[in-house]
């Protein structure tokens, strides 16, 4: 009987400390850090269809367009495919508070289907382009 006392006392030291690292009344939240703004072309479903390759090709081309003068298409191709292919064609330099804004439309050929979409990216300090 002695050993079972001894047992259950030594359960019990161990269980006790460990039941209560829930129950401290902490209402403080784990910090998450912030994801960093995802470039335009992650918000366009067009993209989706396209393999890492030409998704690389179609963003560099919608760089090149933001970057670029207004109402100029800049186009891109498939290496791998070549029924698929694209441009963009960015609008003037709008300013929205402190960073430059453009509009502009992104247009993906599939099989000879094409693809359309149309938003905003605005500059950032870094020299990058985000949608806003």
Known sequence: ??????????LVLVALPLAGCGLTGSTTQPTVAAAPPTPATSNSPILDSLDPADRARAEQARRAALDGKAKVSVDWKSDSNASTHGSVVAGPLQNQGAA???QYSQTIYKEGVPSVARSTACRQ???????S
């Open 125 to 131: 300090p870094d020299g990058g382009w985000v949608n």
């Open 100 to 102: 430059p804004c453009r």
């Open 1 to 10: 009987m002695t050993k079972s006392i001894v047992k259950l006392f030594g």
